[in-house]
């Protein structure tokens, strides 16, 4: 059985900087891309930023040159460093990962809160 287990997150002013780390376990073929996902209350989950395996990672406009996506292959973790963090970065964070075992699929963490005070 696949987990994603999130940490990081919390409270903190806005201009300042957090760290989001996700580790993927179990027993897996390949992960085929890592990334990260938000939902604020009362709308849509959105893609913050994705990092393929292999590929070019890529970011939501809204976060492009704050944030950072990372990923560590052999320990199977993915990391979005945050940084001049705004009010409406605030929502919960969720780690994906879209794997490869009998079948292909996506997989979701439990989800972080963020919350950005002004």
């Known amino acids: 059985q696949v987990q994603l287990v999130e940490s990081g997150g919390g409270l903190v002013q806005a201009g300042g900087s957090l760290t989001l780390s996700c580790a993927a376990s179990g027993s897996f073929f390949r992960i085929n891309a890592m990334g990260w996902y938000r939902q604020a209350p009362g709308k849509q989950r959105e893609l913050v930023a994705a990092?393929?395996?292999?590929?070019?990672?890529n970011y939501a406009d809204s976060v492009k040159g704050r944030f950072t996506i990372s990923r560590d292959y052999a320990k199977n973790t993915v990391s979005l460093q945050m940084n001049s963090l705004k009010p409406e970065d605030t929502a919960v964070y969720y780690c994906n990962a879209d794997i490869s075992n009998n079948l292909r699929r996506f997989y979701w963490g439990q989800g972080t809160q963020v919350t950005v005070s002004s």
């Open positions: 990092a393929p395996s292999g590929g070019n990672t």
